[in-house]
């Protein structure tokens, strides 16, 4: 959700914010746990297994961040505030929502028994950055340098405007990508008037997050457009207030800025688990495990899909050496450091398409490729092989048999298709060792059947015999039908 004023460089505010009355105790789902419902629908319980943040700062560039709610005890550091309405160290909160407070408790709830929020990365600590109820000129800028100077590791912008970016702002989103640092923002939200993808999601290299309903599909009061980068749960978020916003310190919301500051917890749970990690590695393992809502490829309503933290955390992610999102970035991926191309979406938690297919048809093509190919490279050695045999084999020439003698492995072949006796036949020219037996067709073969047999050129097993013993086989003829075996 993204605060709004009547100001043509406003943020958005929180749309449709609306505390909650006092629960009934008799119903579990009226617990703070209970109405989580988008922990469940993340894993969350399952990647804080993994990591929940430790070690992570979040910078929240909001309304600033009331410190002494329960929830963010001992999560908020001292922070700054850019306008002159903006809270001292950002501590407390410049509107009458809290939207500021609201959002770092999505991202860093401490949590702690069913009444608690529990964040996305609940170890990790919230930097808070007011910029008052009115985003003037340069603030927004501003507050993203500071973020960034001050040790800023992911930086949540839960608010947006109708305008265009400023060279300002431009220029410091890529002060915080160079300096390694991941930017989150909401896409907007419609009832607010937009149509557009809201500044500064819209600034290339942010992360512009549209929303996802409970049950799964697209969030019809969420921005779409070009831009979308992510997707996340936005619809009834449970959010933590001081008590005077509401009375039981709670209130529930559905807008892209929960959605967002759901993203950037997921961005802190990914950097605690590969700190050594760029921004720019950071995005490319976001996008390249979030899981397809839509049509395959890039799409305005999804981006390139759903947020999956545990696939996240625990996929493996080729590196690539700049922002995916940045134009000029390979879109092939990086050769160097062997990265593979891009892929537009994976449709589910299985592995990633590494030719970019992600559609049925495309990953059964991919699938037959991988077989074929080997096979195909197998049969041509084979090929190349035998034809090699082939050129090395010795010229056909008249007579049977081969010098007294001749060794051969399990007997003898004889060219162009003479062959041993299958044993020591009477009248041969010297002892041969017992052969397996040759081909037929060639003139003089010597069919296995009967020792001393000999029949006409080509002729099959059972030839005419021997007259006796010693005796010269007849003149070599043409030769038969059958040729030689290889």
């Not at 119903?27 to 430790?54: C, F, M, N, S």
């Not at 609940?122 to 927004?140: D, N, R, Y």
């Not at 030719?355 to 041509?380: E, M, R, S, Y």
């Not at 086989?473 to 075996?485: D, E, F, K, S």
């Amino acid at each position: 959700m993204l605060r709004s004023t009547m100001a043509a460089l406003a943020l958005v505010v929180a749309a449709g914010t609306v505390p909650l009355v006092t629960p009934a105790p008799a119903r579990a789902a009226d617990t703070v746990r209970g109405l989580q419902w988008y922990l469940d629908e993340l894993k969350i319980p399952q990647a804080h297994k993994i990591t929940k943040g430790r070690g992570v700062v979040v910078a929240v560039l909001d309304t600033g961040v009331e410190p002494d709610v329960p929830d963010l005890r001992g999560q908020v550091l001292p922070g700054y505030g850019t306008g002159t309405d903006a809270s001292a160290k950002g501590w407390g909160t410049d509107d009458k929502i809290a939207h500021g407070t609201a959002m770092a408790g999505v991202i860093a709830g401490r949590g702690g028994g069913a009444m608690r929020q529990l964040g996305i990365a609940p170890e990790a600590k919230i930097l808070p950055v007011s910029i008052g109820g009115t985003l003037e000129a340069g603030e927004l800028a501003e507050g993203i340098r500071w973020a960034v100077d001050h040790g800023a590791d992911v930086v949540n912008m839960s608010l947006g405007a109708k305008r265009a970016a400023t060279p300002e702002e431009v220029a410091a989103v890529r002060y915080a990508l160079d300096k390694g640092v991941v930017l989150v923002a909401g896409a907007g939200n419609t009832k607010q008037g937009y149509v557009d993808v809201a500044t500064p999601a819209d600034i290339p290299g942010v992360i512009a997050v549209t929303g996802v309903a409970k049950d799964g599909s697209f969030f019809g009061g969420s921005v779409r457009g070009p831009e979308a980068v992510l997707a996340a749960p936005m619809e009834e978020i449970i959010t933590p207030l001081p008590t005077s916003v509401s009375d039981n310190g709670y209130g529930v919301s559905s807008g892209t800025s929960e959605s967002a500051a759901i993203v950037s917890g997921v961005a802190a749970l990914v950097r605690a688990k590969y700190p050594n990690l760029d921004a720019a590695n950071v995005v490319n393992r976001l996008i390249r495990t979030a899981q397809d809502r839509g049509p395959a490829g890039r799409d305005d309503a999804y981006g390139f899909g759903a947020v999956d933290p545990v696939a996240a955390l625990t996929r493996s992610v080729p590196n690539v050496s700049s922002n995916p999102l940045l134009a000029g970035a390979p879109a092939g991926g990086d050769a160097e450091n062997g990265s593979q191309p891009l892929p537009e979406r994976s449709k589910d938690d299985g592995p990633l398409v590494s030719f970019g297919v992600t559609n049925g048809t495309g990953a059964l093509i991919q699938g037959a490729l991988c077989l074929l190919v080997p096979i195909a490279v197998a049969i041509l050695v084979i090929v190349l092989v035998r034809r090699s045999r082939r050129r090395a084999a010795p010229p056909a020439g008249p007579g049977f048999p081969p010098p007294s003698g001749f060794p051969g492995p399990s007997g003898y072949a004889g060219p162009s298709g003479y062959a041993v006796p299958p044993a020591t036949v009477p009248g041969a020219r010297g002892p041969y060792p017992p052969a397996v037996p040759a081909p037929y067709g060639a003139p003089g073969a010597v069919p296995p059947q009967a020792p001393g047999a000999y029949g006409p050129p080509g002729a099959a097993p059972q030839g005419a015999p021997w007259p006796q013993p010693g005796a010269t086989p007849p003149p070599a003829a043409p030769p038969g039908p059958g040729g030689h075996h290889q």
